[in-house]
């Protein structure tokens, strides 16, 4: 009768075995999953870490664009309410006869400094004048059409007359040039 005891115990150590193995698998599969879990909440925190990084990046950049040209062009209302008090000192300069010149002449020297100081404020804060001449080609982008006239000797789209010079604040116009343009659909086979 004794073997059977024996039996039973090997018996008893085979279960225990199977079962510890069990146990193992099951515990092997849990660690498998908590690994897979793991990484893929890893993965969540290195995609959300990227995105972030990347819209700070995006971020720096847009505020450098917007401080550049708000160095640049952060000016213009100024610089826009600067133009009729070049405007003025042009119209007076232009409306002084020869006679005035000569007996005035420190008074339009005055004027003329006046203007050159201005325009050198002017360029050195980025701003140009547009200044076209008549005869040349009219160019939207430049210049406002301030009426059209069918001038004989001229082709139609060419500056007829300069109303007020344009100016522009780096690449933007602050005001365009305002011109008169002939309206003659007729070609002209030589200037005269």
């Known amino acids: ?41 890893r993965d969540a ?13 995006n971020a720096r950049k847009r505020s450098d664009k917007d401080r550049r040209e708000a160095e640049q062009y952060g000016s213009s209302r100024l610089a826009r309410d600067m133009l009729p008090v070049h405007d003025g000192l042009r119209r007076a300069l232009d409306a002084i006869t020869e006679e005035q010149r000569a007996t005035s002449a420190a008074l339009v020297e005055g004027i003329e400094l006046t203007l050159r100081e201005l325009v050198n404020v002017f360029s050195k804060h980025g701003i140009t004048v547009i200044d076209p001449q008549p005869g040349e080609k009219f160019d939207p982008r430049h210049h406002e059409a301030m009426f059209e006239a069918p001038v004989p000797g001229t082709r139609a789209g060419e500056i007829i007359q300069v109303s007020a010079q344009g100016f522009m604040l780096h690449d933007r116009i602050l005001r365009p040039a305002q011109v008169g343009v002939s309206s003659n659909r007729e070609e002209v086979s030589e200037r005269g």
């Open 45 to 57: 925190l290195q995609d959300r870490f990227m995105r972030a990084l990347a819209d700070a990046e």
């Open 1 to 41: 009768m004794a073997e059977p005891k024996e039996d039973s115990f090997l018996d008893d150590i085979e279960e225990a075995a199977a079962e510890e193995r069990e146990r193992g698998e099951a515990d092997g599969a849990s660690e498998v999953s908590e690994i897979d879990a793991l990484r893929a909440e």
